[in-house]
């Protein structure tokens, strides 16, 4: 029996790196996943990889739009979230002197 059995749970930002382990351990512990991601192709290669129950939502953090779809899409679908991690994001390592405005 997995600690997550009959839980539905949110990896925002899940198609790659610290999100998709994430989504794959979620999936692993019983639970129904959801992960999102921007990008169509990779959001898609990510569901082949964690397989089982997992479903992929198109979907930026940065729209609110976007956050809305994904918790009618949930709700629709009769789930509600009883797992969020709010993953989703990025950056690059750089020292004091390499910042720019754009960082
Ligand atoms: N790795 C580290 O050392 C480290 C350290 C401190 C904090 N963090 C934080 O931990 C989180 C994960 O890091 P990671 O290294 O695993 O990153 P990663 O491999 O670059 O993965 C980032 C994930 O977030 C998604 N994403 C990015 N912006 C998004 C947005 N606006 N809306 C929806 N999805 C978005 C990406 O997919 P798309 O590009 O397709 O949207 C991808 O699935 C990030 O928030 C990062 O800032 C990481």
Redesign the pocket.
């Known amino acids: 029996m997995g600690q997550l059995d009959g839980k539905t749970a949110v990896v ?9 382990a994430t989504a794959r351990r979620f999936r692993e512990e019983g639970a129904r996943v959801y992960i ?4 169509k192709d ?2 898609d290669k ?1 569901i082949t990889e964690i397989g089982g129950t997992v479903t992929g939502i198109q ?5 609110l739009t ?1 956050l809305d779809r994904l918790y009618t899409t949930i709700a629709d679908a009769g789930h509600h979230i009883d797992v969020l991690f709010a ?5 690059t390592f750089a020292t004091l002197e390499q910042v720019t405005e754009e960082h």
């Open positions: 925002t930002g899940g198609t790659s790196g610290i999100g998709l999102t991601g921007r990008n990779t959001l990510a979907a930026d953090s940065a729209n976007d993953n989703a994001g990025g950056g």
